[in-house]
């Protein structure tokens, strides 16, 4: 939901930091945001831009999904969840994180 929470265009924030890329949404994400679409505005625009990307799909809950995703698909991970990013530092993977809440910035 950052992209709406911070009004940061995802899709050309991507293409500046890793130039063309795809994008993969893990489907505990998607599941989470088709639960609270229906009381959270935000979260109803992150549903429509999830449905945007390929689904990764896993039974793996929550940040163990991204984890999974992550190391599966050899991928970098866009998030400002203080957990997650600490458990994918922790694991060596790269992350993509919200900097000054207007650009995005590639940790490796």
Do not use: W
Not at 10 to 29: F, M, N
Not at 35 to 47: F, M, S
Not at 57 to 75: F, I, K, M, Q, S
């Amino acid at each position: 939901m950052l992209p709406f929470q911070f009004r940061i265009n995802l899709d050309a924030e991507l293409a500046r930091i890793l130039g063309t890329c795809d994008v993969y949404v893990p489907s505990p994400v998607v599941h989470e945001l088709e639960r609270i679409a229906a009381k959270d505005r935000k979260a109803r625009g992150a549903l429509e831009l999830a449905a945007r990307y390929r689904t990764y799909d896993t039974d793996r809950p929550g940040d163990l999904a991204v984890l999974a995703a992550a190391e599966a698909l050899n991928a970098v991970v866009v998030t400002n969840d203080r957990g997650l990013l600490a458990a994918l530092r922790a694991r060596g993977i790269p992350r993509i994180r919200l900097r000054s809440k207007t650009h995005l910035e590639l940790e490796t």
